[in-house]
């Protein structure tokens, strides 16, 4: 790369209710001269967006097509239930699937959890997004169970949240194409795992530095001078006699 042209970006995905923050603030230090660019993706998508190099990696939710696309599990979040304020729900710590038998569930079209079956009554029609379903909730139609991170995402003032215990989990994890895994999605994934910025993992080892000699040669062709031996303070032979004692009167 020449003086003149610009440093590529890396192109970083991620779905709603991943925070970035972090590693971009970390990417930012190590590689100031690569720019870092943010591309968010609905999580039903993000899979086909890196297969189509729209982004270099990506925060995605698991599960992933592992044929093409290498992928790093990184956390499993907590599962909970949208409910408006003023809900008798709110009066326990946490909620079950059977606490929820004789409510309307809303079931999105974007859902990101794995159910057998969803808990509760299903609502005549399923909203289109998460984003919809709770403003349904807003209004009185039903509750919603999701992953936390979507339930402070879409937050409400008029709204609140508990646990749901025996339900399916959502598990974010970073991926990429396998196919593509260059330098910089080396570096990212450094930066995910919490290597520090001198791991040699993925970089070239540094060439061994020649050691210091430890006698200093002169230039000029000369021999130092040997160092004199320090004084031992004993009297040298002939030195000053001694004065003779004296005698008692």
């Not at 230090?29 to 591309?39: D, F, N, S, Y």
């Not at 270099?56 to 408006?84: H, K, N, Q, W």
């Not at 039903?142 to 995402?153: E, F, I, T």
């Amino acid at each position: 790369m020449t003086g003149s042209e610009e440093p590529s970006a890396f192109r970083l995905a991620y779905v709603p209710g991943v925070t970035p923050t972090k590693w971009v603030r970390i990417w930012n230090e190590r590689l100031p001269g690569t720019p870092l660019a943010l591309v968010g993706v609905p999580a039903a998508e993000a899979a086909a967006l890196l297969r189509d190099s729209g982004a270099d990696a990506g925060f995605v939710r698991l599960p992933v097509d592992r044929t093409d696309l290498s992928a790093i599990p990184l956390y499993t979040e907590t599962t909970v239930v949208v409910i408006p304020k003023d809900h008798e729900a709110t009066a326990v710590e946490e909620l079950s699937p059977e606490d929820l038998a004789e409510e309307t569930v809303l079931h999105p079209l974007d859902d990101t959890l794995d159910w057998e079956r969803p808990p509760g009554r299903p609502a005549f029609e399923r909203p289109a997004t998460t984003e919809d379903a709770v403003e349904l909730v807003a209004a009185g139609v039903g509750l919603l169970v999701v992953p936390q991170s979507l339930a402070r995402l879409y937050h409400r003032k008029d709204l609140t949240y508990r646990p749901l215990t025996d339900a399916p989990e959502s598990r974010i994890a970073l991926s990429w194409p396998e196919e593509r895994t260059t330098d910089l999605v080396e570096e990212f994934i450094g930066i995910v795992r919490g290597r520090t910025v001198n791991s040699t993992r993925g970089r070239p080892p540094t060439p061994p530095q020649p050691k210091a000699k430890t006698k200093a040669k002169r230039t000029d062709g000369k021999k130092s001078a040997t160092p004199r031996k320090p004084a031992t303070g004993k009297q040298p032979r002939g030195g000053a006699k001694r004065g003779k004692p004296r005698r008692r009167p």
